[in-house]
Each structure stands twice: as structure tokens, then as C-alpha cells.
């Protein structure tokens, strides 16, 4: 059986969205995008290595990273050089580390895949292409943080502008820029390097006629005839989708110095559109998705168009309120294709994931009537409850995935 994904344009399409530098927040070619196209590119040779599997699923972590990226580039106007530094560094920090482990994950369990069928051609480049990437990704990282590192100098200065003798904020401006510059440049160069190995490294992976034989035959012998083996494969990438789509509803807003009011930054409506997705995913179509993009327009609405005045308090109401009614409807669908297709009930699970979200919402509604801060610190605790209570069913249903793929 043909491993059309990982053989196909995916891997190298991805690579190509990760090679280009970040500059502040604005990435020209997403990351999010191309963590996609990799982690699809994966979807089918992950069922033969539990490594590879684990790579695909930090992928579509990192993927998440970069969405938030794509969405707060669109406050980087209204931020200053403090919270820009905060933002680059969380964020690249955290891309840096779940690249890294998707390196050492993914060609580790290459590695065993080229060993399994003697293919001395895949498995003699592995470590130089790993070793590569894992610098590449340093590089990358570390080319996009080191010019924001100016706002600690910007700070000092600003509280004791005779700090830096010679030194003033014009001239620091202009020093930033010229670190921004040189940054790019390396990363640029980094990158291209990395991407030019790796492509030579996959044309070498699809020329080798030993590897490529003992793969698919793997594939087809291990996986190509287990039952519901498709479902499976678009059941773990629905979850993990849902668990981004969660973090979402969290609705953040921060509050914006400049313009003097509070900007969303993790919009709701987002993590809507996303459960519709995975609805659509799991086999819903025509008029049944429509209530995903109502209600993903109603909180549009209220979370960008009416936010002052009493709009703000109904918006802080009702945006959960939908958030609770499209979840329980998404699950409610998961449920029945688990128990079609695996024979297994959720319910008991599910019931107490939708407590606990119950509950946010009940607290969200109550926050918005009467502003107290204790309500808000229950909310919260609700909504990471809920989370961690998704992340434990959702991992379970992971788990009898692999359970079943390893009895037949």
C-alpha cells in the first residue's frame, strides 16, 4: 500500500511556510501552515512508529502557536516595545521547544523505520539532517527575539535617561533596526540552507527502493486493513483540532495602553469555526453546519463590533453562552461516530467535561452582571478544569486508538 502523503509534496511545501524569518509578529509565510502541511504529510507513516506519531501531534501544537501569532500580529500597532518583547519571546520559545522534540521525534523514529529495512542510504543522513534542523530552528528563534531585546535598554533609559552615556531613544530605534536587519539576513540564510538539505535528503528517502518497499509493505500489512483505519486517522486529527478550537473559546482580551481599551486577542468565533470544521470532518454537512457560522458571526459581533457601554457586559455573557451550545453539539456528534465505528461511550466523560464548562459560563454570566473579581478567579478555574478534563478524554480516546491498531 502506497504512502501517497509522505511521498507526495507536503513535507517540503511545509518546510518551505517554516524556512522564511519572523520579523516582531508579521511571518510572511505562516508557520502555522506549514506545520499543517507537514503534519499531513505524516498522517499515514505515523501508524508505523509511535515517534512519528508523537511528531505529528507536536506539530499540530506548534500549528496552534502559530495561529496566535497570525492574530496578534494584528495588535503589534498598538503594542509597546515591553509587550512586543513578552509576545516575540513566549511564542518563540515555545515554537523553539516543540520544533526541537518534532526533530528529535520524528527522525528518531525514521531512524528505526530505515533500520527495520536495512537501508544504510536513509539511515547514514538522518543524524546530519536532524542535527540541521535542530540549529536551523535555534537560529530562527533566537534571529527573531534578539532585536526586541532593545525594549530593557528602552526601559532604562526611560527611567534614567542618563543610563547610557551618548545613548538616546533615536538612536536605540535605529540600532534595533539595523539588528533586525542583520537577524534576517542569518535567519534567512539558516533557513535556506536547512531547506535546501532537506529537500536532498526526501529525494533520497523516495529514491531508495529498499526503505520505500519496507514501509509500504509495513503500511499495508500493519494498518491498511485494520478495521476503520481511515476514521482513525481523521478521528486524531479532529481531536486535536478540538483541543485548539478549546483554547480559543477562552476569549482573551488584553488592554491596549495606546488606544485605551481592552483588545481580543484569542477570539471565540475562531474556536467556533473550528468545531465546525471538525463537525464537517466527522461527517456533517449542508444545512447542519449553518449554526456553526451563525453562531461564530454573532460572536464576531459582539467580541470586535460592539464592545462598548452595555454591549460589553452582553458580549461577556453571550459569547460563552454560544460557546457551551457548540461544544455539547460537536461532542454530541464525536459520541456517536466513537460508538458507530469503535463501539465506545464517552458519556460519562463527556458529562463531566460539560459541567465544568457549564459552570464558566454560569460564572461568565454572573461576571458580566456584577463585576467582581472573585467570580472572575472561579471562571478561570472553571475554564482550565474544562480543559484539563478535555485534554484526559481526548487522550483516552487517543489511547484505545493505538490499543486497537496494536490487537489487530
Not at 168 to 181: E, Q
Not at 307 to 324: K, M, N, Q, R, Y
Request: proline share 2%; net charge neutral; charged share 15%.
Amino acid at each position: 500500500m502506497k504512502l501517497r502523503r509522505f511521498y507526495g509534496p507536503y513535507f517540503i511545501l511545509g518546510c518551505i511556510f517554516l524556512f522564511d524569518p519572523v520579523i516582531k509578529l508579521f511571518d510572511l509565510l505562516p508557520n502555522a501552515v506549514g506545520c499543517l502541511l507537514i503534519a499531513i504529510s505524516l498522517k499515514e507513516i505515523s501508524a508505523l512508529e509511535y515517534r512519528i506519531e508523537n511528531a505529528a501531534r507536536l506539530l499540530y501544537y506548534c500549528a496552534g502557536v502559530g495561529v496566535l501569532r497570525v492574530l496578534l500580529m494584528f495588535s503589534t500597532f498598538s503594542m509597546n516595545s515591553s509587550d512586543m518583547l513578552s509576545a516575540v519571546t513566549v511564542l518563540g520559545l515555545l515554537e523553539l521547544f516543540l520544533l526541537i522534540y518534532f526533530f528529535i521525534s520524528f527522525y528518531g523514529g525514521l531512524s528505526y523505520l530505515a533500520q527495520r529495512s536495512d537501508s544504510e542510504n536513509v539511515l547514514g543522513q538522518i543524524d546530519s539532517v536532524r542535527t540541521l534542523g535542530i540549529v536551523f530552528i535555534i537560529v530562527h528563534t533566537a534571529a527573531s527575539i534578539l532585536p526586541e531585546l532593545t525594549a530593557l535598554i528602552e526601559v532604562a533609559l526611560d527611567h534614567d535617561p542618563d543610563a547610557f552615556v551618548g545613548l538616546s531613544l533615536g538612536r536605540l530605534k535605529l540600532y534595533k533596526n539595523y539588528a533586525v536587519v542583520i537577524c534576517a539576513l542569518v535567519s534567512l540564510i539558516a533557513g535556506i540552507w536547512w531547506l535546501k538539505e532537506t529537500a536532498v535528503f526526501f529525494s533520497g528517502v523516495k529514491k531508495d527502493g529498499l526503505f520505500r518497499a519496507s514501509v509500504e509493505k509495513r503500511y499495508g500489512e500493519y494498518v491498511g486493513d485494520t478495521p476503520h483505519e481511515e476514521f482513525f486517522i481523521r478521528l486524531k486529527s479532529v481531536l486535536v483540532l478540538m483541543l485548539i478550537a478549546c483554547v480559543f473559546c477562552m476569549n482573551l482580551r488584553i488592554y491596549d495602553e495606546v488606544a485605551l481599551h481592552h483588545t481580543l486577542i484569542i477570539p471565540a468565533w475562531v474556536g467556533t469555526l473550528i468545531f465546525g470544521f471538525c463537525a464537517w470532518r466527522l461527517g456533517v454537512g449542508g444545512f447542519a453546519l449553518f449554526p456553526y457560522a451563525a453562531f461564530g458571526a454573532v460572536q464576531f459581533v459582539l467580541g470586535h463590533l460592539l464592545t462598548e457601554g452595555i454591549w460589553a457586559s452582553v458580549g461577556e455573557a453571550i459569547i460563552p453562552a454560544i460557546t457551551l451550545c457548540v461544544v455539547i453539539a460537536t461532542e454530541q456528534i464525536l459520541k456517536k461516530r466513537l460508538y458507530s465505528y469503535m463501539d465506545l461511550d464517552v458519556k460519562t466523560e463527556l458529562i463531566r467535561q460539560h459541567i465544568a464548562l457549564t459552570l464558566y459560563v454560569a460564572l461568565s454570566v454572573a461576571h458580566a452582571i456584577k463585576d467582581i473579581s472573585l467570580l472572575h478567579g472561579f471562571k478561570v478555574v472553571c475554564f482550565v478544569l474544562w480543559l484539563a478534563f478535555t485534554v484526559w478524554t481526548y487522550s483516552a480516546i487517543n489511547d484505545e486508538i493505538k490499543l486497537r491498531r496494536k490487537t489487530h
